[in-house]
């Protein structure tokens, strides 16, 4: 019998870059009104016609006794070398998009302050200029930090994919024939818990991940066909 895997992994986190931008430049959304006019919709009362009734079945074969796993993957992840390497690496270009957006954010305030100096109001002209610079950055930036999540997502792809592969290649050495994550199992003897063990060959198998550099982007890598080969292949994948 296969056995049965779940996985979570977290998303890491990047929106919040451009807030200071979005703060100081961007106009007020307008709020969308109420398709519904504000009240409460009810549930429609339906009439409930009688089913037949479904009698008790014979007895049949009873499934053999589960033989039962459990991994924790916050664990795993966090013991993960490529996903500490991986958390390094973004930190850096996170605070670089940060960094950069501060500058800009502080060279429009200064912009939009010296023509308020000038003690005349800014002329048409002014105005545009200054509405297609807030546009070009909110575009400029706003891709930057598309970029920077689908790296993320892209790394963290390649961590899940390979610990599947060893929860599987573990469950299936141990004759484990039901596999649960930590999170729902209420109660758990430590016994069952094969994260150790994932963390172990997670790390010799997938060392580093694959990242794509600061200035590309996923989806034109995708779309071009052209996948990175992984330097290190493991040669052992199984479990004791």
């Not at 931008?21 to 398709?35: E, F, N, S, T, V």
């Not at 006019?37 to 009698?55: D, W």
């Not at 002209?125 to 993320?152: H, P, S, W, Y």
Request: hydrophobic content about 40%; charged content about 20%; overall charge neutral.
């Amino acid at each position: 019998m296969r056995s049965s895997i779940m996985a979570r992994t977290g998303k890491v986190g990047l929106r919040g870059a451009l807030c200071g931008l979005a703060l100081a430049l961007a106009p007020a959304l307008a709020m969308a009104q109420d398709a519904g006019g504000g009240q409460p919709q009810q549930n429609p009362i339906l009439p409930m016609p009688p089913v037949p009734e479904f009698k008790p079945l014979p007895a049949g074969a009873h499934p053999a006794a589960p033989v039962i796993g459990i991994f924790n993957t916050q664990q795993i992840m966090a013991q993960s070398t490529a996903v500490q390497k991986l958390q390094t690496e973004l930190g850096a270009r996170r605070e670089a998009l940060v960094k950069d957006v501060r500058a800009e954010d502080g060279q429009l305030q200064a912009l939009r302050q010296s023509i308020i100096k000038a003690g005349k109001a800014p002329t048409p002209e002014q105005q545009q200029d200054l509405q297609k610079r807030v546009m070009a950055d909110r575009t400029k930036f706003g891709n930057r930090n598309r970029i920077l999540e689908e790296d993320a997502q892209v790394a963290l792809n390649q961590v899940q994919r390979e610990m599947q592969q060893i929860v599987s290649a573990i469950a299936a050495s141990r004759g484990m024939t039901l596999v649960l994550q930590a999170g729902t199992a209420a109660l758990h003897d430590n016994s069952l818990d094969i994260s150790d063990q994932v963390v172990t060959y997670l790390n010799q198998a997938l060392p580093t991940v694959y990242l794509p550099g600061p200035t590309e982007d996923p989806e034109d890598i995708a779309k071009s066909g052209k996948y990175p080969v992984m330097p290190f292949q493991p040669s052992d994948n199984g479990g004791e």
